[in-house]
């Protein structure tokens, strides 16, 4: 092939939109674009920034660390001239959501509980918090809601939702598992049900008026029956518009929180299908992250952390988990 002298390869460096952080850290961006291929005799790039590294070629997807890199090509064509010119790449801070434990505004009532029959305990607030990504952000609710906080009441035991976008358009998702208990009772279902605890220290189940509730509750009692029994009944399903009902939904225990040297997380619920896990720091930074963990496998994490505040989040196929972790001093 005859190189004219004259004829130049004129490159044009693709423009890359913000990328969402990803698990694996794998990116496919945009090719580098060259006129007159057939004058090119070498493409080279490096990639500098939070993310170093180098290769050969039009593409320079792979992998990328959170933060703004700069991708810088070289091109040299069979005439011997170099054309250089660079992209700019920024991927996302990690975008983590919990929604951290509630409870009805009454005393003798479970985390995450609500209970029908008894009007102070048939309803809590769900409060999703956000870690990461780049505010502002927008929330959505399974119910429809687009505030950060919802109010649940008594409809059916069930997982409530909310989808999470940041400034940049990436999403995250968290849940939370309500249940609802019928503390009912009474030939017309007009009293309720507590659990209640005499001077010797036996617990037993008592039928009374919603108006001698609060005292009973107010020593040491609780809503709905006693432990032991397997008759405690749960309300009944109703129609909820848009809550996605998950009879078997993932959990995680921790044992040890807040925790001076290392936690211990128990996976409970969900399905057989292994877990990712991923750490982030209160600053958004990727601690660690783990894959094919099995689904009955007691997960220790932790020891190598400074003191401080941390969200894991927990997926196991459709299903998320998020729970924050509080290492405290020595």
């Keep these: 092939m005859t190189v004219n002298p004259e004829e130049k390869v004129e490159l044009t460096c693709p423009t890359i939109p913000v990328q969402c952080y990803r698990f694996d850290c794998q990116y496919t961006l945009p090719e580098l674009k060259a006129s007159n291929p057939d004058l090119v005799e070498s493409i080279s790039y490096t990639i500098t920034g939070a993310t170093k590294r180098s290769g050969t070629g039009y593409n320079a997807s792979g992998k990328l660390n959170p933060g703004t890199s700069t991708i810088t090509w070289k091109v040299k064509d069979k005439s011997g001239n170099e054309s250089t010119c660079q992209s700019t790449v920024t991927v996302n801070k990690p975008l983590l959501a919990y929604i951290a434990d509630a409870k009805a505004n009454c005393k003798g009532v479970e985390e995450n509980t609500v209970y029908k029959g008894y009007d102070p305990a048939s309803s809590l607030t769900l409060k999703v918090s956000v870690l990461g990504g780049t505010a502002p ?57 507590v659990c209640h605890k005499d001077n010797k220290g036996k617990r037993n189940t008592l039928c009374i008026s919603k108006k001698d509730v609060a005292s009973h509750l107010n020593h040491g009692d609780y809503l709905g029956d006693c432990p032991g029994k397997n008759n405690k009944r749960v309300a009944s399903p109703e129609t909820v518009v848009m809550v996605e009902e998950q009879p078997e939904p993932l959990t995680i225990q921790v044992l040890g929180n807040p925790a001076p040297e290392y936690f211990t997380l128990v996976p409970q619920g969900g399905s057989k299908e292994s877990l990712i896990l991923r750490v982030i720091d209160a600053k958004g930074q990727v601690m660690e992250t783990r894959t094919n963990v099995a689904a009955t496998q007691v997960i220790e994490l932790g020891r190598p952390y400074r003191s401080g505040m941390y969200l894991v989040e927990v997926v196991q196929g459709q299903q998320r988990f998020t729970l924050k972790l509080v290492k405290s001093g020595y």
């Design 137 to 193: 952000y927008k929330y959505k609710w399974s119910t429809g809601a687009t505030t950060q906080s919802i109010k649940v009441g008594t409809g059916s035991s069930c997982t409530y939702k909310v989808v999470i976008t940041d400034a940049k358009g990436c999403t995250t998702i968290a849940f939370k598992y309500v249940k609802v208990i019928d503390v009912r009772c009474g030939p017309k279902n007009d009293k309720v049900e």
